[in-house]
C-alpha cells in the first residue's frame, strides 16, 4: 500500500496527526493541553493543567497499557519534568516516548500496539475492527 506523504508545517500539527494515527491503529488517546494561551490583549498567559512534565498525548494502547507520548518539534529539547514524567510512566510499566515524526510514533509505540493485540486478542470496537498502519 502506497502511503501518502504529507509534510507537517508545526509541532500542533505533529501532535494531531500522531494522535489520528494512534487512534486509528486501536489506542485509546487525547491530546492533553498544557502551557498557555494569548488573551485578547496579545499577552500570553501561562496555565498548568494536571501534573507539571505531562506529555502531548496520553492514552491506553490495546489492552489497556498506559501511553505517555511526548511530541518534539525538529531539534526541540526535552524539559526536565517532562523527563521525569516519562521516566516515572516508564518505571511504572506504562510506554512513555518521544517522537519527531510519525516514522518514529511506527517505531516507538504502534509495535506495542501489535504485539499487545497479538496477547490479548481482538481489539474491535463499536466500529468493527481498528484498521492498522502497513
Known amino acids: 500500500m502506497k502511503q501518502k506523504i504529507v509534510k507537517m508545517r508545526s509541532e500542533t500539527e505533529l501532535v494531531a496527526a500522531c494522535v489520528a494515527t494512534l487512534k486509528a491503529n486501536g ?8 502551557g498557555g494561551f ?12 494536571g501534573i507539571k512534565g505531562v506529555s502531548d498525548i496520553i492514552g491506553l494502547l490495546p489492552g489497556g497499557r498506559f501511553l505517555a507520548v511526548e511530541v518534539k518539534w525538529r531539534s526541540g529539547a526535552l524539559r526536565p ?11 511504572a510499566g506504562g510506554l512513555g516516548v518521544v517522537v519527531r515524526s510519525i516514522a518514529e ?8 500496539a501489535e504485539s499487545t493485540r497479538d496477547i490479548e486478542g481482538s ?4 466500529r468493527g475492527a481498528s484498521p492498522k498502519i502497513e
Open 27 to 34: 489506542c485509546l488517546v487525547w491530546r492533553q493541553n498544557s
Open 38 to 49: 494569548t488573551d485578547d490583549e496579545g499577552r500570553y498567559v501561562a496555565m498548568q493543567w
Open 81 to 91: 519534568h517532562q523527563e521525569d514524567f516519562l521516566k516515572a510512566v516508564n518505571e
Open 105 to 112: 510514533l511506527r517505531e516507538r509505540v504502534l509495535i506495542h
Open 123 to 126: 481489539t474491535e470496537t463499536a
